[in-house]
């Protein structure tokens, strides 16, 4: 199973809004709507920010949001802020118990 | 609240071996699967390796397959990963985590792995 794609990084202003993708095959975001966003601040545990596509767990600002359209997936993270200044990976269901999930090459968030 | 707590990394020689914990509070630690991901430097997330919420069943990525092993202790909310033949790309963080339909949801902060002489 090859990495989903995403761009190293990404760059905004504060308040401005960003979109982040994450590129796969229909043998994983092609299939399924089971797509998940994590929030990786360095030396902290990863933070799901989205799952099944579009779902927020509670605690996670509706300043985030995400979307699938074909084998893409993407996150927009609107009105930036600094804390939001992060490492972002992508992660989809690959339909096998022995493989379950794919990763993102994962996107640098600068807040500048 | 939901707690994975890792612990057990260090530094290793190659052909070595190590055994990582992740102890489990704020959930019913023996309904779930769980499982293990690894981070090696400047690199990407990549997927260890699953076990079912009654230990009957394990898996693992092709690259770890035959030297890790994957165990639990539901009596101690406790999640274990027996690593053997170490090598240098074994080098990594490694993260406990608690799926929900089938993908990552709760993380621990892992615990790094250095294999080197």
């Known amino acids: 199973q090859s990495a989903l794609t995403q761009p190293a990084s990404v760059s905004g202003s504060p308040g401005q809004s960003i979109t982040i993708s994450c590129t796969g095959t229909?043998?994983?975001?092609?299939?399924?709507?089971?797509v998940s966003w994590y929030q990786h601040h360095p030396g902290k545990a990863p933070k799901v920010m989205i799952f099944?596509?579009?779902k927020r767990p509670s605690g996670v600002s509706n300043r985030f949001s995400g979307s699938k359209s074909g084998n893409t997936a993407s996150l927009t993270i609107s009105g930036l802020q600094a804390e939001d200044e992060a490492d972002y990976y992508c992660?989809?269901?690959?339909?096998?118990?022995?493989?379950?999930?794919?990763f993102g090459t994962g996107t640098k968030v600068n807040v500048v | 609240e939901v707690q994975l707590v890792e612990s057990g990394g260090g530094l290793v020689q190659p052909g070595g071996s190590l055994r990582l914990s992740c102890s489990a509070s704020?959930?019913?630690?023996?309904?779930?699967?769980m499982h293990w991901v690894r981070q090696a430097p400047g690199k990407g997330l990549e997927y260890v390796s699953s076990?079912?919420?009654?230990?009957?069943?394990?898996y693992y990525a092709d690259s770890v397959k035959g030297r890790f092993t994957i165990s639990r202790d539901n009596s101690k909310n406790t999640l274990y990963l027996q690593m053997s033949s170490l090598r240098g790309e074994d080098t990594a963080v490694y993260f406990c985590?608690?799926?929900?339909?089938?993908?990552?949801?709760?993380w621990g902060q892992g615990t790094p792995v250095t294999v080197s002489s």
């Open positions: 985590v608690q799926p929900s339909d089938w993908l990552p949801f709760y």
């Open positions: 704020g959930i019913t630690f023996r309904n779930y699967a």
């Open positions: 076990i079912t919420s009654d230990g009957d069943s394990t």
């Open positions: 229909s043998g994983d975001i092609g299939s399924y709507d089971l």
């Open positions: 099944e596509v579009t």
């Open positions: 992660c989809s269901f690959a339909g096998s118990i022995t493989f379950p999930y794919v």
